[in-house]
């Protein structure tokens, strides 16, 4: 069982910037790919970017492609992703989730990940 709990997030205005934060409370966090998800009200979750266990392969969705940056420090069993240049599309529900079956992989698939946080909000403003 992974717990995993998301931080960092907040009201931004457009252009700006945000650190989110997934820390995991698992020993074994460093075998398990991470990703990150988000949802916008009435739309489904959609896939933002993923990282594989040792974080030497990151995809990022086209959306946030060369604004966003995921990132892992398995020493303190944390997930980040930077977000710069935001924009009032990008606000949502973020997700952390950990994919322990396909720990090399970087699957933009939500049903490929096993665990999942509660979500922070991200609201930027115009």
């Known amino acids: 069982q992974v717990q995993l709990v998301e931080s960092g997030g907040g009201l931004v205005q457009v252009g700006g910037s945000l650190r989110l934060s997934c820390t995991a409370a698992?020993?074994?966090?460093?075998?398990?790919?991470m990703g990150w998800f988000r949802q916008a009200p009435g739309r489904e979750r959609e896939f933002v970017a993923a990282?594989?266990?040792?974080?030497?392969?990151?995809d990022y969705a086209d959306s946030v492609k060369g604004r966003f940056t995921i990132s892992r420090d398995n020493a303190k069993n944390t997930l980040y992703l930077h977000m710069n240049g935001l924009k009032p599309e990008d606000t949502a529900v973020y997700y952390c989730?950990?994919?322990?079956?396909?720990?090399?992989?970087?699957?933009?698939?939500?049903?490929?990940?096993?665990?999942w946080g509660q979500g922070t909000q991200v609201t930027v403003s115009s």
């Open positions: 990282t594989d266990y040792r974080g030497a392969k990151t």
């Open positions: 698992a020993r074994t966090y460093g075998t398990y790919a």
């Open positions: 989730a950990a994919d322990w079956t396909s720990p090399w992989q970087t699957s933009s698939r939500a049903d490929e990940y096993e665990y």
